[in-house]
């Protein structure tokens, strides 16, 4: 299995600030990372797939890059809907999620 | 808009089996995409359970690959998660989405609880 680390676990933030989550890939897993937002009670929505592209309504002020083994999320002004749990998951071979990232508010 | 919906048992014995089905509407279950499972435990992360194309092709996770069966019913526009002798363990909500073409899911749909209890 490959297994996928996300850093930090949590993280508190003000409205306004950039915001970066790291992945990390126990292997190799080129571009096949893709992250989600989850919010308490709701299913996971796609943010970024392939590592770097936005789907079609995910506001510009996400972004993700990285390719190989280690991965970043960024959020360039964070705005009060984003406060969530966020997920990275690989897609190369069986796939596999990281264990969340919780972004809470300062 | 594709829309997707879990339905099956909430409660599910210790040592049986959980069957859930997946509706799809607004668009067709035979186009190019991967139908896949995906549960979380609880307060916990996301777990990949396994997929299926509507040829029948399946792939699962290898942990639970012993005890789970993915179906697809095209004449129904749906597909099915069996997982057998389950336990405690198995207690999560249980989301049904679309692979895409990395298998990124762009469509979810919004989660079934199932608890294991007797």
């Known amino acids: 299995d490959v297994l996928m680390t996300q850093s930090p676990s949590s993280l508190s933030a003000s409205v306004g600030d950039r915001v970066t989550i790291t992945c990390r890939a126990s292997?190799?897993?080129?571009?096949?990372l893709n992250w989600y937002q989850q919010k308490p009670g709701k299913a996971p929505k796609l943010l970024i797939y392939?590592?770097?592209s936005l789907p079609s309504g995910v506001p510009s002020r996400f972004s993700g890059s990285g390719s190989g083994t280690d991965f970043t999320l960024t959020i360039s002004s964070l705005q009060p809907e984003d406060f969530a749990t966020y997920y990275c998951?690989?897609?190369?071979?069986?796939?596999?999620f990281g264990q969340g990232t919780r972004l809470e508010i300062k | 808009q594709v829309q997707l919906q879990e339905s099956g048992p909430g409660l599910v014995k210790p040592s049986g089996t959980l069957s859930l089905t997946c509706a799809v509407s607004?668009?067709?279950?035979?186009?190019?995409?991967?139908w896949t499972w995906v549960r979380q435990p609880p307060g916990k992360g996301l777990e990949w359970i396994g997929e299926?194309?509507?040829?029948?092709?399946?792939n699962y996770n290898p942990s639970l690959k012993s005890r789970v069966t993915i179906s697809v019913d095209k004449s129904r526009n749906q597909f099915s998660l069996k997982l057998n002798s389950v336990t405690a363990a198995d207690t999560a909500v249980y989301f049904c989405?679309?692979?895409?073409?990395?298998?990124?899911?762009?469509?979810w749909g919004q989660g079934t609880l199932v608890t294991v209890s007797s």
């Open positions: 989405a679309r692979g895409a073409g990395v298998r990124q899911s762009d469509y």
């Open positions: 607004g668009g067709s279950i035979s186009s190019s995409y991967w």
């Open positions: 299926i194309y509507h040829t029948g092709s399946t």
């Open positions: 392939a590592a770097s």
């Open positions: 292997q190799s897993i080129s571009s096949y």
């Open positions: 998951q690989q897609s190369y071979s069986s796939p596999t």
